[in-house]
């Protein structure tokens, strides 16, 4: 099911108190899977989904941050409940809770503000050469091996390698977009499509092995200004750090007109 699809299955906002919102899901299908759970990229999308509905319009999104703290089930209703932490007059600050069976499984913290004039101005924002995709190295479609979600979305790798080769690298540089153009593309897709890479660090194992998102931090750095239906974004990450079961990432995002607009960073556990 597309991903817009899949959104628009989420009921109205239903207001539990002055800063305390409600909205249901029925449930993901398995298609968004990715192992034992649903695709961490759709859940948080999902949760900043529910943000939009509420978070006042004058302000938008500066920093996303998500725990994923348990698995979530397939096709088993979810409860999406946002709770408005403080507003004041430039920032607004939000909590969001992804729910089955009343146990929380995804948790966002959410910053939101408004745009303001300074005299700071300062832009070491990294920039890239990539070209984009004419006939990529895209990543294949494995079976029991390639999460069930990467059929959503194309990726082409520019450098490193496809999980599990027993590779040396542990960074990628590519481009992603998603398989079917969305509707209108707002930061919910955009969470969802950065998701979509694989942890760098994988492709130095020779099998397969759970490996798991912990943390992910993402700043929105600048605003989105989309000119094509269905563009490439530009997409590097590199591992500052693998040691003890866990390791430390950190990504940069381009959109078509090769702007950084977002920074990530990830805490991965792998169970190798």
């Known amino acids: 099911m597309h991903i817009d699809k899949l959104l628009a299955l989420t009921s109205d906002v239903t207001t539990i108190n002055d800063n305390e919102w409600l909205m249901t899901h029925p449930g993901l299908p398995d298609t968004w899977g990715q192992g034992r759970t649903a695709f961490g990229g759709i859940t ?36 999406l409940i946002v709770e408005k932490l403080r507003s004041g007059r430039n920032m607004s600050q939000y909590l969001a ?48 091996v390639t999460p069930r979600f990467f059929r959503h979305y194309q990726l082409a790798i520019e450098q490193g390698q496809i999980p599990f080769s027993w590779s040396k690298h542990s960074h990628y540089h590519g481009w992603m977009r998603f398989k079917e153009a969305v509707s209108d593309f707002n ?9 979509a890479w694989p942890p760098a660090i994988i492709q130095q194992l020779k099998l397969p092995a759970p490996v798991s998102t912990v943390s992910w931090d993402i700043e929105l750095v600048q605003p989105l200004a989309l000119t094509t239906e269905n563009p490439w974004f530009g ?38």
Not at 60 to 69: C, D, K
């Open 44 to 79: 948080a999308g999902f949760l900043h989904h529910a943000l939009a509905q509420v978070v006042e319009k004058d302000r938008s999104l500066r920093a996303y941050h998500t725990n994923f703290i348990g698995p979530v089930s397939f096709d088993k209703p979810l409860e």
């Open 97 to 144: 809770r992804l729910q089955q069976d009343g146990k929380v499984c995804v948790c966002v913290q959410a910053c939101f503000g408004v745009e303001r004039s300074s005299k700071i101005q300062v832009d070491k924002l990294p920039s890239h050469s990539m070209k984009l995709p004419q006939k990529a190295k895209f990543i294949p479609q494995i079976p029991k």
């Open 187 to 195: 930061y919910t897709h955009l969470i969802s499509l950065i998701d």
């Open 235 to 272: 997409y590097q990450v590199d591992t500052k750090l693998a040691s003890g079961g866990y390791a430390h990432t950190e990504a940069t995002i381009w959109d078509d007109k090769v702007r950084v607009i977002a920074l990530s960073r990830q805490t991965i556990a792998v169970f190798d």
